[in-house]
């Protein structure tokens, strides 16, 4: 197991996005996933971000891999144009010559125009996105981070693991725009209202999105929390 450093600058992306693409996985910043890595092409995209800044592009594909391409051609569906730029926190090589990746997402990443296919993943143009924070006084701010977390807790089963989690959430004092990414990370439902919020650098409008959403599915359930495995 190989462990680096977490923290992250702009400047260290330069402006190539290697995309990971996925159908049903919208990451988000400030958020961490287990990937397991076994296609070729992706083992090649992994091992070349581990020789150089050590970043990923989880995209979120909008049709099915196999959907679009012509016999042995390789097909190219079409990506969200919002993806999360992440870093490899850690990463385990299998016996099997696979890979279990640990990946932090960092920003939010715009992709543009897709390269040639001169390699064996897919590279796109990409614009780190940054949030936009609320000019609001301390205590609003703390109302409506208190607000958020009231809704996501009303969501979630009554398990004693996910009600631990969410009171060192609380206690953790964190940002509301990390709480609105990892909320919305969180929440089980359709990836296209996700990307929606991924989309909304906004983090006043994202919040008062989510408080909406989630007063409207209080006693529907989410996903496991924390979140499960994810493979490739």
């Known amino acids: 197991m190989s462990d680096e450093p977490l923290a992250f600058e702009p400047e ?44 990923i592009t989880m995209g979120t594909l909008l049709q099915p891999e196999n959907a679009g391409g012509a016999g042995d051609a390789p097909a190219r569906p079409p990506v969200a144009p919002m993806a999360c730029l992440c870093r490899v926190a850690t990463h385990q090589r299998t016996p099997q010559g696979t890979y279990n990746v640990l990946l932090l997402g960092v920003r939010r990443l715009k992709l543009g125009v897709e390269l040639p296919p001169m390699r064996p993943f897919r590279v796109f143009e990409g614009e780190i996105i940054e949030d936009l924070e609320p000019a609001l006084p301390d205590a609003a701010t703390a109302t409506l981070q208190t607000d958020l977390l009231a809704a996501f807790r009303r969501t979630l089963p009554q398990i004693p693991d996910a009600q631990e989690q969410l009171d060192q959430l609380e206690g953790a004092k964190v940002s509301l725009g990390m709480l609105s990414d990892i909320v919305a990370y969180s929440l089980d439902v359709d990836p296209a209202w996700k990307l929606r919020m991924l989309g909304e650098p906004d983090v006043l409008r994202r919040t008062r999105m ?15 929390f924390p979140p499960p495995f994810s493979r490739n």
């Open 12 to 55: 260290q992306f330069q402006g190539l996005a290697r995309v990971f693409p996925l159908p049903n996985l919208v990451m988000f910043p400030h958020v961490m996933q287990v990937i397991h890595i076994f296609e070729p092409r992706y083992r090649t995209l992994l091992e070349e971000a581990l020789a150089s800044d050590r970043l």
């Open 210 to 224: 989510l408080v909406k959403a989630l007063g409207a599915r209080a006693g529907r359930g989410t996903r496991p």
